[in-house]
């Protein structure tokens, strides 16, 4: 017969062993979102090294999953939160079974506005390079899909980005289709280098399998300052001037510490897009 302490002990131990399978879930998802920019927007490389921007960049530092690779962000930034509070409101969880109908005009001009706490951040679009891109972004911003929703990733070693677009927060959410990949030729990357200014999508390819094409879906990436990454991401939007400053910004703010269960190194600057909208000129 078990005694009453024997048997408080195994519910203790069975109790501790489902509390280590649960973070071993959760540290093998993060892993495999995080093949952006890393392995990420998430969505961190070097070189040869590819990212996983679904979470661009896993495990700051350590080369897992398809060998994305991700640096660590610098220590923990102690400045101050340069943004305002949200807007009232949250997110609305929506998802869809399949990419929306083509409906931009790809020879027309089109324009991304980020209200965000920190500022607005205006994105010229390229539809004739990434139709595809731009149309979802289109479709998802009339949705109201990104608004309220946190930018939830900061790097600042090897790739200096910013990571929105997860109305999770975690970099592990979408719209529940994916979109093609496009402009992966684009005249501005050159010497394996996204240019400051770029804006490009997360995804989950990875470059020693050569799996994950065509993985993008909602999470995006600003880039702040010229980074190395492979042309792997779709490149399908440029910041204007004025988005440059609110981008340097929240970078100046820092990054906090690796999240324990994403991986993510959020900024330190409260980033929520209070509404995107997208407009045709």
Known sequence: MVSQEQRRRQLA????????????????????????????????VVLSVSVYLTKPFEDDGKKENAGA???????PSKAPD????????????QTWKKEPAMTIDESATY??????TCGEIDIALKA????????????????GYFDHSKCHRLTNQGI???????????????????????NLKDKSLKGGVYPAGTVAMANQYNAQT?????????????????????PDYTPFGTVSEAGMKVLKKIAAAGAQAPDPQ????????????????????
Not at 213 to 230: C, E, H, T
Not at 270 to 281: Q, R
């Open 210 to 230: 050569k799996q994950g094409r065509n993985s993008g879906g909602s999470q995006f990436f600003l880039v702040y300052q010229d980074s190395q990454l492979p």
């Open 128 to 143: 004739s390079a990434a139709p595809h891109t731009v149309n979802s972004f289109n479709f998802l911003a009339g949705k």
């Open 262 to 281: 994403t991986g993510n190194t959020a900024p330190n600057a409260t980033v929520v897009i209070n509404k995107a909208t997208v407009a045709k000129s």
């Open 82 to 93: 340069p943004c305002e509070k949200p807007a009232a409101g949250k997110v609305e969880p």
């Open 13 to 44: 131990r069975e109790k501790y062993l489902r509390q280590q399978q649960r973070r071993t879930d959760a540290r093998r998802k993060a892993r495999i979102r995080n093949s952006v920019i890393a392995s990420v927007l998430g969505v961190v």
């Open 111 to 116: 324009t991304m506005k980020l209200d965000t």
């Open 160 to 182: 200096y980005v910013l990571q929105c677009g997860d109305p999770q927060g975690t970099g592990m959410g979408g719209p529940g289709y994916t979109i093609p990949d496009e």
């Open 69 to 75: 690779e991700v640096t660590p962000s610098a220590s």
